[in-house]
């Protein structure tokens, strides 16, 4: 056995403690001075809960577990190595009784302060209590409540701390207020947050970086503006705002589109933190970006030394938010380049933007990235994926990732398979798998229902979609918004029950909005009925006076009865309300390129082949007896109507597929308008004639046409 004092471990990691005297009985006597001190020594350097546990088998063999100094030390140790059970063993294992020495306040924290930050916080306050009772803790301190305040998850909670603080005397010291705002407003109430911060006699800039932080995490922006004004006045100089700060006003000027103010805060940042972290970085790049200066945030992302996966996603998600899907997906691919690892929102926006695009082969690459990067088994992303791949006309891969990932996907994956489904036409498959969905035990949400509604709706099941109307209110606690209502209607308008449907508008609980009379419009404009249409379309022009949709609806009603003063008169309408009509354009992905085509295009340098294919076209659907539907045109001289409408943008996408695409491939077309009758006439008849798939995605869902048929039943 070495004698050199004090030995730690030899190299085997063994604790090596001359043995105690066997002689003596009573702890104090047992070790003398300069063990106590060794062992003393070996307790607070210890690291390792092998270590701990070893210090603590000799404490007790050794029965000198009861020094009270002693065991503060082991309980320290514990916690320290994480072990938070045995800690917390250890510390209640002095007898309550024992009032000749308190436990170490010191030993408590250290305790409750890990049990804190565990995955199970509220231990700590039950062990708080424990301690209070037992009276092993009579007198809290400042650091005590600063370790517990964290745990806290309700506001009551909290409350019950700040009495027991203001009885210790405690409550205004810094620490303690500061965790006091800090864990108010974790819990949502920011009133008393804001009263503890007003009642402390001096704020350090850690209760005020609490206060604008705790107005930002409760959507309180302006407040949290505001908060940041009174500190700037503060006569008290030597209080400047730190990056915490700084970006927390940011942060609060970007959700609130302040950008004056979000300008001032900028400003304020390159004067006091010229070499920012990058997390300042962001929220200034987030700022310009949400307040719609997206140029300003491009010079930020391009000035800033260090960009990290946060400051691409978020120019890529102001990419997203003004539509420019594009350039999202050339930032995704930029920064790839660069090596920079994609994270969920990454692989969440660039998918949400090939969704937009109805890019299938920018989505297919993207989810070889996600599965690569170990992503496959992420919900949000899964949920990402099948959008992308519905949107981009791919049912079947939506179907197959859908599959993959089902067992651990979560409601918001489920009702994207269910929106693909119903959006594809397969409302009777989106209806069973939403039953399959509550046999598994999840909770529907708002969006849910909207799907579940429409696929009623499309497949004709008035009873069926009544009782799962009434089901969200008494079975899943759900309030029907606008979009239920319009569901509702537009399923009693494609039953042809236009007078219930009225009716069902006249009885709602809360304002009809554009889409509910949009859905009333449009089975109107099916049902060829003129006078409950007129009523429907003026309510549109008030509550959304510049989309154009409304006035043409209406204007084609008027035209089918055969008025077309009337018809003229609304179109005269659209021109004094300033309304234009958006240019009608088709898009077909052939040879991974996307091939723009607008009405009567001519610029393509295939243009005599595609108006070749047109005529041939014609000749066969002729010959399968169709008939122009004139009603469709625009123009007014009858000859040039029918004429017209054999170059409406998605049929020139048609014969462009035709003639470039191999004979297996389906054909897949993008259109930013509705389509027309007529041109939903030739797109069946083709489909049949060339036996090709035809997938086109109008704006307002898919037209699958496969033998001479269309998946939306000829009602869209
Ligand atoms: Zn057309
Ligand atoms: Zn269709």
Known sequence: MPTNYPIIFNKQHFLIIPPANPKCSSPFLQLNRRRCHQLAFLLSSAATSDHAAELHGHLITSNSLALPYLHSLLVSLYARCDLLSSATAVLLSRPSQDHHHDVSPAACTAVLTRLSRSPCPADSISLFSLLRLRCHLPHPNPFTFSALLPACRSSSSVSQLHSLALKHGVACDLFVSSALVDAYAKSSDMDSARQVFDETPRQNLVSWNALIVGYLHNGLFHKAISAFRELLQLADSTMKPDQVTLSGSLTASANSGELNFGLGAHSLTIKTVPDSLAYVNNSLINMYSKCGRVND????????????????????????????????????????????????????????????????????????????????????????????????????????????????????????????????????????????????????????????????????????????????????????????????????????????????????????????????????????????????????????????????????????????????????????????????????????????????????NMTPEIYEMLRKLEGLVKEKGYVADTLCAVNDVEECKEHGLWYHSERLALAFGLISLPEVAPIRIKKNLRTCEDCHTIMKLASGIFQRQIILRDTNRFHHFVDGSCSCKDYW
């Open 297 to 604: 945030a491009r010079k930020v992302f391009d000035q800033i030394g260090e960009r990290d996966v946060v400051s691409w996603n978020i120019m890529m998600a102001g990419f997203v938010e003004r539509e420019h899907f594009e350039q999202a997906f050339v930032f995704f691919q930029a920064m790839r380049s660069l090596g920079i690892a994609p994270d969920e929102a990454s692989f969440s926006t660039a998918l949400h933007a090939s969704s937009n695009l109805a890019e299938l082969l920018m989505g297919a690459e993207i989810h070889c990235q996600v599965v690569k990067f170990g992503f496959a088994e992420n919900r949000c992303i899964s949920s990402s994926l099948i959008t992308m791949y519905s949107k981009c006309g791919n049912l079947e891969d939506a179907h197959l990732t859908f599959a993959d990932a089902k067992d651990h996907l979560n409601v918001v994956s489920w009702t994207a398979m269910i929106a693909a489904l119903q959006q594809h036409g397969h409302g009777d498959s989106a209806l069973q798998l939403f039953d399959e969905m509550l046999e598994f035990g999840l909770q529907p949400d708002y969006i849910t229902f909207v799907c579940v509604l429409s696929a009623c709706s499309h497949t004709g099941l008035v009873e069926k979609g009544f009782k799962y109307f009434s089901s969200m209110s008494h079975d899943h606690n759900r309030m029907p918004g606008n979009e239920h209502y319009a569901c509702m209607v537009d399923m009693l308008g494609r039953a042809g029950r236009l007078d219930d449907a009225k009716q069902f508008i006249e009885e709602m609980p809360v304002q009809p909005d554009a889409s509910v009379w949009g859905a009333l419009l449009g089975a109107c404009r099916n049902r060829r009925n003129l006078e409950l249409g007129k009523e429907a379309a003026y309510k549109l022009f008030e509550i959304e006076p510049h989309n154009p949709g409304n006035y043409v609806l209406l204007s084609n009603l008027y035209s089918i009865h055969g008025k077309m003063k009337e018809a003229n008169e609304v179109r005269r309408l659209m021109r004094i309300n300033g309304v234009k009509k958006e240019t009608s354009c088709s898009w077909i992905d052939v040879r991974d390129k996307t091939i723009l085509f607008t009405v009567h295009d001519q610029s393509h």
